[in-house]
């Protein structure tokens, strides 16, 4: 059973819009950085994706490889994600999902991985280079320690990879709203409408949730219209940079609002 | 080896546990478009001959083998030969490689190019493709691969491109990929990736390694024609692989051809400033495929030094890899000084000026070639001359200024 799919359907039946928020580890230190991401449960994101700063995060805009950057100049260590993830998920009740490129789980052993992730309190992974096909190692551990795994389906994705994609997905599938990389975008791609149809239409039951761009309320309500969730993360991490966990918690709040 | 072999067999997706796909699943549609046309460009007798005639009558091939006896006898009692890819347009072996994508580009209906460059060399080539069949050219540099090769920065703005200088990062080769890589997902609907070398996701390993499997399948020829016999040793640069995966891929199957690749070990392989993959790397995922890399214990990439540009890379193709663990081609490490030493000295003895890159393998024979039995050969892919290094060599040696 995934608790992030629990919290996204029980929003569904309450007709409550769902936000997935971003917020890199370690960023700008990793105190900082617990303290922003329960902040950020706590004023309205339902599921939190903790990203693990890389040195070549090549689906990510200036503002996610800025931040990630400066927690790795700051010293982040792989070996301080589960302890900080701990942290968080010991304040809140918050679904926490980890977002990783895959060499470094590739290079901590990734059933070790898995475990500590878990041990931790951590709800499974985002993997953003690992396609399902080349994911062997990670389906098998995650299904044994009944970890959320969570699949990219794109706009170029054929109609056979999105249910693939689908069936693989476990917490819910990551919708790219629009071929590109991370950062606020003015207009959302009418795509993401067809790739969340797309997925649905497999006959998956898997939530939705559509990424990459969003970063004003109304495209939150909007996405949240045809899907199970929307996922911000630069917008975030702006807000931070510009005003500390207040404005931080602001922009969260008014994002879930819609105001 | 006493079983008959067919390595020669071998295409990605993998070379034994290296290669893939660990990319952004937003590019599998590209890769798979691109590997499909290229599938069917194989089988087709016209792209075969429209790639020939561009090969002969615009980049120069076939290129010729020059014997070099006195800067071999640098290198003790043996005999070496270059295969002259510093004699193609634009000056490299990229060429090759570039013209072959650049039909596949044309094939899929893709206007627009955009290529990582290191030296300057696969930029240049790109917007000579680029300028030759009409299309945008967009070119990714890290900022400090354009100041030190700034010649060939101008070299791409005359032919009509775009180069970007790329600031995140080590600000070098690696970082020219992942923004090109970036650029490649925004825009891969109207775009094709002119990948410059053996590395990043499949099929490209294995397409940039046929375009340019014609350095060894003519030196092969060459050698048996012009000489009778096959060289004993093959040697070349190893930056992320794709001169000397040319050169050795027609000879995989001849066990009697010992193959030699060089990496750069910038100030010692001993020291944190190197970028020798192969030798001191550990398995890892870069850039869409699985292969040695230099990174740290949590697998975050540490930098590569070298004083040429092309071989600043802290990755290398899959296939060297599996070449590599299954003992079928043997890396070493040379340093910025052997390099530089060799590029003045092939210079001297034999007045052909040599890439820094090329330098490497130069200084590879002359260091190797001393433990080899009295009369071997080797043949060594000359893949580049070095007027784009002009400024770098001049500082080097003191040649500048009055
Ligand atoms: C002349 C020359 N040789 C070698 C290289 C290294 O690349 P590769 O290892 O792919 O051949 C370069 C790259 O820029 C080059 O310009």
Same mark, same amino acid.
């Given at each position: ?60 805009? !200036? ?38 490129? /895959? ?21 499974? !992974? ?11 190692? /990670? ?27 689908? +069936?693989? +997905? ?90 | ?30 890769? *798979? ?43 003790? *009692? ?160 190893? =930056? ?5 995966? &040319? ?20 100030? =010692? ?11 001191? =790397? ?13 990174? *740290? ?17 802290? =990755?290398? &193709? ?85």
């Amino acid at each position: 059973m995934s608790k992030t799919e629990d919290v996204l359907r029980d929003l569904d039946s309450k007709d409550q819009p769902a936000l997935v928020g971003y917020f890199p580890a370690g960023y700008p230190t990793i105190d900082e950085s617990v303290a922003a991401c329960v902040a950020m449960c706590e004023s309205g994101v339902d599921v939190l994706e903790l990203g693990v700063p890389y040195s070549d995060p090549v689906m990510d805009g !200036l503002v996610i490889q800025e931040a990630t950057e400066e927690a790795l100049a700051n010293g982040f260590k792989l070996k301080d994600l589960f302890p900080t993830l701990k942290r968080i998920t010991d304040s809140v009740d918050t679904p926490v999902l980890v977002m990783s490129y /895959w060499n470094p789980i590739m290079q901590y052993g990734v059933e070790r991985f898995a475990r500590d992730l878990k041990a931790a309190g951590g709800a499974g !992974l985002i993997t953003p280079d690992l396609i399902p096909d080349e994911a062997a190692d /990670w389906l098998k551990i995650s299904d044994e320690l009944d970890l959320d795994r969570v699949f990219l389906a794109t706009p170029s994705s054929s109609q056979e990879r999105l249910a693939n994609s689908a +069936s693989l +997905s476990r917490g819910f599938v990551y919708a790219v709203s629009t071929m590109g990389i991370t950062g606020a975008r003015e207009d959302l791609d009418r795509k993401a409408r067809d790739v969340v149809s797309g997925v649905k239409a497999s006959g998956s039951d898997t939530p939705v949730c559509v990424g990459i761009g969003i970063s004003t309320a109304d495209q939150v309500a909007e996405v949240n219209s045809y899907a199970d969730g929307a996922i911000v993360g630069s917008l975030f991490i702006k807000a931070y940079k510009n005003g500390g966990v207040a404005e931080l918690t602001e922009s969260v709040s008014s994002l879930k609002s819609g105001k | 080896m006493n079983n008959p072999t067919n390595l020669r067999a071998q295409d990605g997706p993998y070379f034994g546990e290296y290669g893939g796909r660990f990319v952004p699943e937003s590019l599998i549609a590209a890769l *798979d478009e691109l590997d499909a046309t290229y599938q069917q460009a194989k089988a087709d007798p016209l792209f075969a001959a429209e790639l020939a005639e561009l090969n002969h009558s615009y980049v120069g091939r076939p290129s010729i083998i020059t014997e070099v006896p006195k800067f071999a006898a640098l290198a003790g *009692d043996i005999r070496v030969f270059l295969k002259r890819e510093d004699l193609n347009h634009t000056g490299s072996h990229k060429i090759n490689n570039v013209i072959g994508q650049a039909l596949l580009a044309k094939r899929m209906g893709k206007k627009r190019i955009i290529a990582e460059t290191g030296a300057g060399q696969h930029g240049v080539a790109s917007a000579t493709a680029a300028a030759l069949f009409g299309l945008d050219c967009v070119v990714y540099m890290g900022e400090v691969d354009t100041q030190r090769q700034a010649l060939n920065v101008a070299r791409m703005r005359l032919l009509g491109a775009e180069v970007i200088p790329v600031t995140t990062g080590s600000r070098t080769l690696k970082d020219a990929i992942n923004e090109a890589l970036r650029d490649w997902v925004t825009n891969v609907d109207h775009t094709h990736y002119l990948l410059g070398t053996v590395a990043g996701p499949h099929p490209f390993p294995t397409i940039v390694r046929d375009f340019h499997s014609i350095i060894g399948i003519e030196s092969r020829a060459q050698m048996l024609n012009d000489y009778g016999f096959l060289p004993d040793v093959l040697a070349a640069c190893v =930056g992320g692989g794709s001169n000397a995966i &040319g050169l050795f891929h027609a000879f995989l199957d001849d066990p009697s051809v010992r193959l030699w690749g060089f990496e750069a070990a910038g100030e =010692g392989i001993n020291t944190p400033r190197h970028a020798a993959t192969l030798s001191m =790397g550990k398995v890892g995922v870069l850039h869409g495929a699985k292969s040695y890399m230099l990174q *740290d214990e949590d697998g975050q990439t540490v930098e590569s030094h070298s004083i040429s540009a092309g071989l600043d890379y802290p =990755g290398v &193709g899959p296939e060297h890899a599996w070449l590599k663990d299954i003992n079928r081609a043997e890396y070493f490490g040379i340093t910025d000084d052997q390099a530089m030493q060799a590029l003045k000295a092939l210079s001297q003895t034999e007045g052909i000026i040599p890439a820094i890159e090329t330098a490497h393998a130069l200084a590879g024979v002359i260091e190797h070639g001393k433990t080899l039995p009295a009369g071997s050969t080797i043949l060594l892919n000359l893949s580049g001359r070095g007027d784009k290094d002009m400024e770098t060599v001049g500082k080097y040696f003191g040649f500048l200024g009055a």
